[in-house]
């Protein structure tokens, strides 16, 4: 019998149901806070016991409304967001691209020798940005087809995709699904620290284009040592002519392309210029969707259509998202909440705030076999790993440094829904691709590990 986890939604209202229970085991606690800089800020030398107050059946219950109502502003944001990426994903203008270049890769040989660099940045920017996530899935029909037509195999194809946008995604410097809410949980300026995120970024995404640029011209040189030969001839018989089929860009699509880069830099603009916080981004991307749209050609009904698709496929985020503030709103009643961070501190706690920093680094590595979301888990950990990194010496910016580069491990393990969802569209056995991807998941881990260092030297705010 196989072991099966639970999904997000069974697991996190799990975490639910056993924080309602601890608030009737852990004792409360609170530790007193002074104001620095104009924020709250826990003084570790106070931790003193109070009375707890246990939260019962009716309050558990209670707890997802409770959880959608104080994070209503986060939920609103993040469907209209989704929204509007729809109406993009809808103009096609993303697949005219990545087709219009594939198609140069026959004509010219810098194309040929830029090709997996260019189109895993493509894709980290992807995830580092709006989030590419769950989207790079349709990129497989795509891109193993091209890899095997170009000589290379199927984990080449699903790499470049997958990896690109997962590898963005956990070092990103704009993704409002990961870095905004954690950054706003934190009480951290949204998208602040983009200058080192940036680093971190191009770290990650440079170390990601070379090993998959290694082990292609290996394949290209001796197809037979790719885990997934065998399966590369089958698909090859049947995938004749593929390139053929692909399509470029018009110039509708160009347009529209434009317009998503030009409200990229408006949103980064904004955000270092003005000080734009979620409802301003939000609006910035509600007008984009709509420009989008109208330039791509989709009418009234089109438009709406895939606002109210792309909106609709986030309502799982929102519940997470809801329920896993519910957990923070019961321990908050429950007056455990300080307790728990004196439990935690000694397990983060060091001597030096580099090992404090990779220590927490570690926890959300764990924390992120379970809970994916990238959102769901800023709203679970963050609420407590903010105010931990007062507490043992960094900042709350190295906290959401670590807590983002905790999900780089996405990409390897068998409990992520969308690593399990690729790995079944390409064929590919999950045993095959994890001995495969180990050694750059190891690179991922040491490159996070030293990139906690300077933020934790310098008091990075």
Known sequence: MKLRLPNTYVLVFAILALIALSTWIIPGGKYDTHLVNGKQLINPATFHYIDSNPQGLPALLMAPIRGFAEAGLIIGFILIVGGAFAVLQKTEAIDALIKSIARAHEHSRFVRAALIPVFITLFSLGGATFGMNEEAI??????????LALGYDTITGVSIPFLGSQVGFGAAFLNPFNVGIAQGIAGVPVFSGLHYRLICWLAATAITALFLMWYAARIKRHPQLSPTYLLDLEKRAENQGGLASLE????????VLWVFAASLAGMVLGVVQFGWYIEQIAALFLVMGIVIGVIGGLDS????????????????TALIIALARG?????RDANIIDTMLHG?????QSSSPVFAAQKMFGIQTVINFFIHSGTGQA???MP???????????????????FQFGELTTAI???SGITVGVLALARVPWITWARWLLPLQLAYVAMALLLLIPPSLSSWS
């Open 138 to 147: 349709p990129f497989i029909l795509i891109f193993v087809p091209l890899a």
């Open 248 to 255: 470029g860009m018009t110039a509708k699509h160009k347009l």
């Open 301 to 316: 009904d089109g438009l709406v259509a895939a606002f109210v698709h792309g909106a609709r496929d986030l309502v799982g």
């Open 327 to 331: 957990t923070m709103i019961l321990a």
């Open 344 to 348: 935690l501190m000694p397990l983060v």
């Open 379 to 381: 709203s679970l950990t």
């Open 384 to 402: 407590i790993m903010a105010p931990l990194a007062d507490l043992v010496g960094i900042t709350r910016q190295t906290a959401v440094l670590a």
């Open 413 to 415: 393990i068998p409990t």
